[in-house]
């Protein structure tokens, strides 16, 4: 898989889980910049101005590709960091009685699902 396709395969995997409960189209876009400044060579950085994966700026690098291996580190470590919260949620409900859970074990496996990756985009199974 190239950088590109994981960017995408992330991202998508994001867009999937953060679609699934309350969001703004702003979690759903990721940046690489290119910037042009005082005449030098240009410099690029990865971003993101959403609210569940809060604002993030990386550091400016010299080439696009840097850029983007940073933007998929931040979002591999986004989905992961996801993946363990989630999996401890429904660790955590399972220990709760069933009419006092604010959200059912179901919904979790279906939030761990979407970022996983084992979520069909057309069914939504």
Known sequence: ?????????????????????????????WYITKSYSYGESPKFYASHNGYRADYWTSQEVDNE????MLL??????TVNGEIKHIKK????????????????????KKELAALEGSIDNTTGI
């Open 1 to 29: 898989m190239t950088l590109e396709e994981e960017i995408m395969d992330l991202s998508g995997k994001w867009c999937k889980y953060v679609g699934m409960d309350h969001c703004k189209d702003r979690d759903f876009h």
């Open 65 to 68: 590709e840097d850029a983007m």
């Open 72 to 77: 998929a580190d931040k979002l591999r470590r």
């Open 89 to 108: 949620n429904i660790e955590h409900t399972k220990s709760i009685p069933e009419s006092e859970r604010w959200y059912s074990i179901e919904e979790l």
